[in-house]
Protein backbone atom coordinates (compact mmCIF):
# COMPACT_ATOMS: atom_id res chain seq x y z
CA UNK A 1 0.00 0.00 0.00
CA UNK A 2 1.23 3.38 -0.63
CA UNK A 3 1.98 5.68 2.48
CA UNK A 4 -0.03 8.90 2.88
CA UNK A 5 2.01 12.16 1.61
CA UNK A 6 3.29 14.34 3.90
CA UNK A 7 2.87 18.01 2.61
CA UNK A 8 5.58 19.39 4.68
CA UNK A 9 8.11 17.17 3.05
CA UNK A 10 9.04 19.47 0.55
CA UNK A 11 8.85 22.58 1.26
CA UNK A 12 11.21 25.15 2.67
CA UNK A 13 10.41 28.64 4.40
CA UNK A 14 8.91 30.06 1.09
CA UNK A 15 6.61 27.27 0.87
CA UNK A 16 6.38 24.44 -2.35
CA UNK A 17 10.08 24.23 -3.40
CA UNK A 18 8.15 22.39 -6.81
CA UNK A 19 7.28 26.13 -8.74
CA UNK A 20 9.92 28.45 -7.19
CA UNK A 21 12.72 29.86 -9.32
CA UNK A 22 16.14 32.04 -7.86
CA UNK A 23 15.30 35.82 -9.24
CA UNK A 24 17.37 36.60 -12.03
CA UNK A 25 17.85 40.14 -10.99
CA UNK A 26 18.74 39.71 -7.77
CA UNK A 27 21.49 36.72 -8.88
CA UNK A 28 23.22 38.84 -11.53
CA UNK A 29 22.82 42.05 -8.99
CA UNK A 30 24.36 41.34 -5.63
CA UNK A 31 27.79 40.57 -6.73
CA UNK A 32 28.20 43.91 -8.37
CA UNK A 33 26.09 45.68 -5.72
CA UNK A 34 28.29 44.35 -2.61
CA UNK A 35 31.44 45.32 -3.63
CA UNK A 36 30.15 48.35 -4.96
CA UNK A 37 28.80 49.07 -1.64
CA UNK A 38 32.04 48.20 -0.20
CA UNK A 39 34.08 50.14 -2.59
CA UNK A 40 32.46 53.58 -0.29
CA UNK A 41 32.61 52.17 3.03
CA UNK A 42 36.36 53.36 3.48
CA UNK A 43 35.48 56.60 1.82
CA UNK A 44 33.19 56.82 5.50
CA UNK A 45 36.36 56.18 7.67
CA UNK A 46 38.77 59.18 6.79
CA UNK A 47 41.83 59.29 8.41
CA UNK A 48 44.28 62.36 8.74
CA UNK A 49 47.61 60.95 7.22
CA UNK A 50 47.78 57.20 6.29
CA UNK A 51 44.53 55.28 5.50
CA UNK A 52 43.40 53.35 8.40
CA UNK A 53 40.39 50.91 6.80
CA UNK A 54 41.74 47.99 4.53
CA UNK A 55 40.43 48.25 0.75
CA UNK A 56 37.13 46.76 1.42
CA UNK A 57 36.25 46.67 -2.02
CA UNK A 58 38.90 45.20 -3.47
CA UNK A 59 38.70 42.71 -0.85
CA UNK A 60 35.32 41.86 -1.69
CA UNK A 61 35.72 42.11 -5.24
CA UNK A 62 38.94 39.18 -4.39
CA UNK A 63 36.16 36.82 -2.09
CA UNK A 64 33.66 36.82 -5.00
CA UNK A 65 35.99 35.70 -8.03
CA UNK A 66 37.76 33.68 -5.47
CA UNK A 67 34.86 31.48 -4.22
CA UNK A 68 32.77 31.95 -7.21
CA UNK A 69 35.10 32.05 -9.84
CA UNK A 70 32.91 32.04 -13.04
CA UNK A 71 30.16 34.59 -11.88
CA UNK A 72 32.21 37.35 -12.63
CA UNK A 73 33.24 37.96 -16.60
CA UNK A 74 37.53 38.80 -16.93
CA UNK A 75 36.85 42.44 -18.05
CA UNK A 76 34.60 43.22 -14.88
CA UNK A 77 37.92 44.70 -13.22
CA UNK A 78 37.47 47.82 -15.31
CA UNK A 79 34.39 49.12 -14.75
CA UNK A 80 34.18 48.05 -10.88
CA UNK A 81 38.05 49.38 -10.67
CA UNK A 82 37.00 52.68 -12.20
CA UNK A 83 33.80 53.03 -9.62
CA UNK A 84 36.60 52.16 -7.03
CA UNK A 85 38.99 55.14 -7.87
CA UNK A 86 36.11 57.81 -7.88
CA UNK A 87 35.84 56.48 -3.75
CA UNK A 88 39.37 55.37 -3.05
CA UNK A 89 41.53 58.81 -3.65
CA UNK A 90 43.98 57.22 -6.13
CA UNK A 91 44.55 58.58 -8.95
CA UNK A 92 42.09 57.39 -11.59
CA UNK A 93 42.99 54.18 -13.61
CA UNK A 94 44.91 52.80 -10.61
CA UNK A 95 42.07 50.88 -9.07
CA UNK A 96 41.05 50.30 -13.18
CA UNK A 97 44.46 48.64 -13.87
CA UNK A 98 45.36 46.90 -10.50
CA UNK A 99 41.93 45.43 -10.50
CA UNK A 100 41.86 44.22 -14.12
CA UNK A 101 45.34 42.71 -13.42
CA UNK A 102 44.09 40.88 -10.83
CA UNK A 103 41.45 39.23 -12.77
CA UNK A 104 43.87 38.22 -15.29
CA UNK A 105 46.11 36.84 -12.57
CA UNK A 106 43.61 34.90 -10.86
CA UNK A 107 42.23 33.04 -13.83
CA UNK A 108 45.51 32.01 -14.71
CA UNK A 109 46.21 30.48 -11.46
CA UNK A 110 42.35 29.25 -11.44
CA UNK A 111 43.52 27.50 -15.28
CA UNK A 112 46.38 26.16 -13.26
CA UNK A 113 44.86 25.12 -10.27
CA UNK A 114 41.45 24.52 -10.80
CA UNK A 115 40.97 22.45 -6.81
CA UNK A 116 41.83 24.65 -3.83
CA UNK A 117 41.03 24.84 -0.37
CA UNK A 118 40.46 27.37 1.79
CA UNK A 119 43.92 27.94 2.95
CA UNK A 120 44.93 28.13 -0.62
CA UNK A 121 42.89 31.06 -1.39
CA UNK A 122 43.51 32.89 1.83
CA UNK A 123 46.75 32.57 0.99
CA UNK A 124 45.88 33.95 -2.70
CA UNK A 125 43.88 36.62 -1.56
CA UNK A 126 46.55 37.79 0.81
CA UNK A 127 49.25 37.87 -1.61
CA UNK A 128 46.84 39.77 -3.44
CA UNK A 129 45.97 42.12 -1.37
CA UNK A 130 49.86 42.63 -0.65
CA UNK A 131 50.59 43.24 -3.74
CA UNK A 132 47.84 45.78 -4.40
CA UNK A 133 48.35 48.32 -1.36
CA UNK A 134 51.94 48.20 -2.36
CA UNK A 135 51.57 48.56 -6.10
CA UNK A 136 48.63 51.61 -5.26
CA UNK A 137 51.44 53.26 -2.79
CA UNK A 138 53.86 53.76 -5.66
CA UNK A 139 51.08 54.71 -8.03
CA UNK A 140 49.82 57.02 -5.48
CA UNK A 141 52.54 59.12 -6.09
CA UNK A 142 53.70 59.62 -2.55
CA UNK A 143 57.36 59.72 -1.73
CA UNK A 144 57.90 55.87 -0.76
CA UNK A 145 59.95 56.04 2.79
CA UNK A 146 60.76 53.67 5.35
CA UNK A 147 58.17 54.92 7.93
CA UNK A 148 55.54 55.18 4.84
CA UNK A 149 55.91 51.58 4.24
CA UNK A 150 55.73 50.95 8.04
CA UNK A 151 52.81 52.77 8.74
CA UNK A 152 50.90 50.84 6.09
CA UNK A 153 51.36 47.51 7.66
CA UNK A 154 48.71 47.74 10.11
CA UNK A 155 46.42 48.38 7.16
CA UNK A 156 47.62 45.51 5.64
CA UNK A 157 47.26 42.96 8.36
CA UNK A 158 43.63 44.25 9.00
CA UNK A 159 43.11 43.23 5.00
CA UNK A 160 44.99 39.95 5.58
CA UNK A 161 43.08 38.90 8.91
CA UNK A 162 39.78 40.26 7.54
CA UNK A 163 39.20 38.53 4.33
CA UNK A 164 37.98 34.74 6.20
CA UNK A 165 35.44 37.02 7.77
CA UNK A 166 34.62 38.67 3.94
CA UNK A 167 34.22 35.15 2.37
CA UNK A 168 32.12 34.51 5.11
CA UNK A 169 30.18 37.17 4.38
CA UNK A 170 30.48 36.77 0.25
CA UNK A 171 29.50 32.62 1.01
CA UNK A 172 25.84 34.23 2.61
CA UNK A 173 25.78 36.76 0.30
CA UNK A 174 25.98 34.12 -2.73
CA UNK A 175 23.27 31.88 -0.76
CA UNK A 176 20.47 34.75 -0.44
CA UNK A 177 21.82 35.23 -4.51
CA UNK A 178 20.82 31.81 -5.55
CA UNK A 179 17.66 31.59 -3.05
CA UNK A 180 14.30 30.42 -4.72
CA UNK A 181 11.89 33.10 -4.03
CA UNK A 182 10.35 33.63 -7.28
CA UNK A 183 7.31 31.56 -8.34
CA UNK A 184 6.96 30.18 -11.87
CA UNK A 185 3.66 30.75 -14.33
Same mark, same amino acid.
Not at 10 to 33: C, F, K
Given at each position: ????? $?? =? !???? @???????????? +? @? !?????????????????????? +??????? &? #??????????? @?? *??????? #???? *???????? #?????? $?????? +? =?????????????? @???????? =??? &? !?? %???????? +??????? %?????? $??????????? &????????? $?? &???????????? #?
Amino acid at each position: MIERY $AP =T !ARSD @RYGSRINRDRDP +V @R !ANLVPYVSIMLASILPFLALAD +VMPVAPP &L #GFLVFLAWRIM @RP *GLLPIWV #GAPL *GAFDDLFS #GQPFGS $AVLLWS +V =TMIILEMIESRFPW @RGFWQDWF =TAS &L !AV %TAYIAVAM +VVSGASL %TVPMAL $AALPQLAVAVL &LYPFLAQVV $AR &LDRFRLARSRRI #G
